[in-house]
């Protein structure tokens, strides 16, 4: 979580919301690292997860991510949960909860849904104030 909340940081240098997400292996290894990148490519799905999976997918040859985890900074969105479903990751780690708009618990429980084919395991919480403060801090500045 500690590099996710790192590339968190990275995005406040583009002006993006500061969420960041890392996917690692069995090893612990990271495969890719990823922060939101919406505000600077115009790209709607410049999510901190989206690109953390698409660089974890180059670097293993393969879109499934089997055997993988995924941490992100904030409980992903129906999007977010849906590519993490689709990569077939096999857990989701995530710190602050997102009341407005979280599928992994939230609002929605997309990862756990029975209809799909797979199910990723979640952890929540892991250094969520962390996480929280980040996002409070930078939304702080926005609202003035």
Same mark, same amino acid.
């Given at each position: 979580?500690?590099?996710?909340?790192? $590339?968190?940081?990275?995005?406040?240098?583009? *002006? =993006? +919301? %500061?969420?960041?997400? #890392?996917? +690692? /292996? @069995?090893?612990?290894?990271?495969? *890719?690292?990823?922060?939101?990148? &919406? @505000?600077? =490519?115009? /790209? %709607?799905? *410049?999510?901190?997860? +989206?690109?953390?999976?698409? &660089?974890?997918? #180059?670097?293993?040859?393969?879109? &499934?991510?089997?055997?993988?985890?995924? +941490?992100?900074?904030? $409980? %992903?969105?129906?999007?977010?949960?849906?590519?993490?479903?689709?990569?077939?990751?096999?857990?989701? #780690? !995530?710190?602050?909860? /997102? =009341?407005?708009?979280?599928?992994?618990?939230?609002?929605?429980?997309?990862?756990? /849904?029975?209809?799909?084919?797979?199910? %990723? $395991?979640?952890?929540?919480?892991?250094?969520?104030? $962390?996480?929280?403060?980040?996002? =409070?801090? !930078? !939304?702080?500045?926005? &609202?003035?």
């Amino acid at each position: 979580m500690r590099a996710a909340l790192a $590339e968190a940081h990275a995005a406040l240098a583009t *002006g =993006d +919301v %500061p969420i960041g997400a #890392v996917v +690692v /292996d @069995e090893t612990g290894s990271v495969l *890719g690292a990823g922060h939101n990148v &919406r @505000e600077r =490519d115009a /790209d %709607p799905t *410049g999510h901190a997860e +989206v690109v953390a999976l698409r &660089r974890a997918a #180059v670097a293993r040859g393969e879109w &499934r991510l089997t055997g993988c985890t995924l +941490v992100v900074t904030l $409980e %992903p969105c129906t999007m977010c949960a849906g590519a993490a479903v689709l990569a077939r990751v096999d857990r989701v #780690v !995530f710190g602050a909860y /997102d =009341d407005k708009a979280g599928a992994v618990g939230s609002l929605w429980d997309v990862v756990r /849904d029975r209809r799909l084919n797979h199910r %990723p $395991e979640v952890l929540a919480g892991v250094l969520a104030t $962390e996480s929280a403060a980040l996002l =409070d801090g !930078f !939304f702080s500045t926005q &609202r003035r």
